[in-house]
């Protein structure tokens, strides 16, 4: 599901994070994914901050979570940069109670249209298939939630890796870059529309290529059914992108538009005034004479 928040001036507003948070690489290292350090710019813009509710649905590989690890939590959620941070209590600036840091590189969140138990709740899945279930406090704040998210993941997720090439025929998902993007916008809409197409003819081509049902062992159909949910969720994920950078896009034009009407720096030109000449009297002129003192007198 599609849903853009445009950006609002004064909701980006930038703080900076403490040192003493970060190893002697610069990096964070996630908790629940301990072979992924994120990067972490001191300087990020804060995109949204609030309370949510969090549930962790599926660990790394889309592996269904263990039930006495899926109960709902309730943490003051952070987005800085590409960093999602859950902290036990408001937002402080040690970072000390950060329970956890989720990165949103090449991540997609949309509303999980399939929980019924809970109102408000957002599903948000990650470059590595972990999927976390969010409960906002009203459908306002899920839905922007869900735009500033994907505005992030569209904007700075990096193109992915050329595919590997080797002998082994077993599936498996490709890692996705997890530093920041350098493109330009107009670059980033042409490598997301390059690799949606990528995507889409792979899935008709995966789709045309039907087994035997006689011949065709168990373990092939699953690595066929993996590789088709795959590609369905990168052909879903680089059409979200796609239209959210559309947006933003139209967006950041009428902003232009609307600053350039607006703005006092701007010089109008004016046609000239007339000059309107004034007749004055004589007691009202000026005189700039010459004063001359009269000699005295030899009589006197």
Not at 163 to 178: D, E, M, T, W
Not at 203 to 213: D, H, K, N, R, W
Not at 255 to 276: G, N
Request: charged share 30%; aromatic share 10%; net charge positive.
């Amino acid at each position: 599901m599609f849903i853009f928040v445009p950006r609002e001036e004064g909701v980006l507003a930038k703080s900076m994070m403490p040192e003493q948070y970060l190893d002697q690489d610069g990096f964070l290292r996630s908790k629940s994914n301990p072979f992924q350090d994120l990067p972490h710019d001191t300087k990020a813009t804060v995109f949204q901050k609030g309370f949510l509710k969090r549930k962790v649905h599926a660990d790394i590989d889309g592996k269904r979570t263990p039930w006495g690890k899926r109960s709902w939590k309730t943490f003051y959620a952070m987005l800085k940069g590409m960093v999602l941070y859950l902290q036990k209590d408001d937002y402080v600036k040690d970072c000390q109670n950060s329970e956890e840091v989720v990165s949103v590189h090449h991540a997609l969140a949309e509303r999980a249209l399939n929980y019924t138990k809970r109102p408000h709740v957002f599903r948000l899945q990650t470059a590595d298939w972990r999927v976390f279930l969010f409960e906002a406090a009203s459908t306002e704040q899920m839905n922007s939630w869900i735009g500033r998210i994907n505005l992030v993941s569209a904007l700075y997720s990096s193109p992915p890796f050329p595919a590997a090439v080797g002998s082994q025929k077993k599936f498996c998902r490709p890692i996705l870059p997890a530093t920041q993007s350098s493109l330009m916008l107009e670059k980033q809409l042409q490598s997301h529309a390059a690799m949606l197409h990528s995507f889409q003819q792979d899935l008709t081509s995966l789709q045309q290529e039907v087994p035997e049902s006689r011949r065709s062992k168990a373990r092939e159909l699953e690595e066929l059914r993996q590789r088709e949910e795959y590609l369905q969720y990168e052909k879903s994920r680089y059409e979200v992108y796609l239209k959210v950078l559309e947006a933003w896009q139209q967006d950041e034009a009428d902003a232009r538009i609307k600053r350039s009407h607006s703005s006092p720096s701007l010089e109008i030109e004016t046609p000239p005034q007339p000059v309107v000449k004034v007749r004055r009297n004589i007691s009202e002129r000026r005189t700039y004479r010459k004063i001359v003192i009269p000699r005295r007198s030899k009589e006197l």
